[in-house]
């Protein structure tokens, strides 16, 4: 069974960091694209930022662009979420995913059970 496992959440202020992580056991994805999604009550779940498979490749969103920084450790079958400068609005459920390449992580159906981001004014 494939379990993708996000830890790193919590509560911080606003300007201050978190780390997530995102672990994966059942299967290596050291092929694989890896991303993160993040998603607010009543709203779709929006894109965040994702990786290429050797980690030579990283997309952001505009929103986070310059604050974030997506990086993975194939050994570990690990990939995280440095999140700097934070803001209130970056508040979510933040979510790891996986897919074949960046543009399938969506609907790859691989997903982790979400982990809780609060950031206060």
């Known amino acids: 069974q494939v379990q993708l496992v996000e830890s790193g959440g919590g509560l911080v202020q606003a300007g201050g960091s978190l780390r997530l992580s995102c672990a994966v056991s059942?299967?290596?994805?050291?092929?694989?694209?890896r991303g993160w999604f993040r998603q607010v009550p009543g709203k779709e779940r929006e894109f965040v930022a994702a990786?290429?498979?050797?980690?030579?490749?990283?997309d952001y969103a505009d929103s986070v662009k310059g604050r974030f920084t997506i990086s993975r450790d194939n050994a570990k079958n690990t990939v995280y979420l440095q999140m700097n400068s934070l803001k209130p609005d970056d508040t979510a459920v933040y979510y790891c995913?996986?897919?074949?390449?960046?543009?399938?992580?969506?609907?790859?159906?691989?997903w982790g059970q979400g982990t809780q981001v609060t950031v206060s004014s």
């Open positions: 995913a996986a897919g074949p390449n960046v543009l399938t992580l969506r609907a790859s159906g691989y």
């Open positions: 990786i290429n498979w050797s980690g030579s490749t990283a």
């Open positions: 059942g299967r290596t994805f050291s092929t694989y694209a």
